[in-house]
């Protein structure tokens, strides 16, 4: 389906640009979200006649948008969550939770507005971007921990998730001592055999 864009849209073209997109896509996305319109003879002369609106707003949009990346920074969220030893959550954090996070100074930032390739399902600092305007992205960091007290050690650069019984693990030691147990082991089983021959 050929359709005229809207807005710019990552990845598909400029504002005012006439694109190829499957029927699906165009239906189900971007012509419900006003991304996008029919590519006929009427829409493009409505959209010529629109041109200079459009483009005002956008650069409204995109202005305010910067102000709102400004305030945000390089910021770094603290999500506590409940986690194993090795640091695999129960749970996950999702972009609801984020967008949460980040709402708390203040800021107003929508869900749909965080982009993750995946939910974030173990503890560290997790790297997230935020897509403001479609020419408008930054990255925070989710610091997601036990507790803010790991927080603030895994800020530091500290690995939470080693944990006592690894540190003292002396690996040498431990492996002499499973060899150890090993051959008395195979030294019983060879003798039960030699009762059972006799």
Known sequence: MEIILMERIAKLGQMGDIVSVRDGYARNYLLPQGKAIRANAANKARFEAERAQLEARNL??????????????????????????????????????????????????????????????????HEVTLVLHPEVELTVTANVARSEDEAERQAAGEDVNVTERDEGFEFE????????????????EEEATEEEAE
């Open 173 to 188: 030691e431990d492996l002499e001592l499973d060899e150890e147990l090993l051959e008395e082991i195979e030294g019983e």
């Open 60 to 125: 409204e949009a995109k202005s305010e948008a910067e102000a709102l990346a400004e305030r945000i920074g390089e910021k770094t969220v603290v999500l506590i969550r409940a986690a194993s030893e090795t640091g695999q959550m129960y749970g996950s954090v999702s972009t609801r939770d984020l967008a949460t996070a980040i709402s708390e100074d203040g800021l107003t930032i929508d869900r749909t507005q965080v982009s993750l390739a995946r939910p974030i399902k173990t503890l560290g600092l």
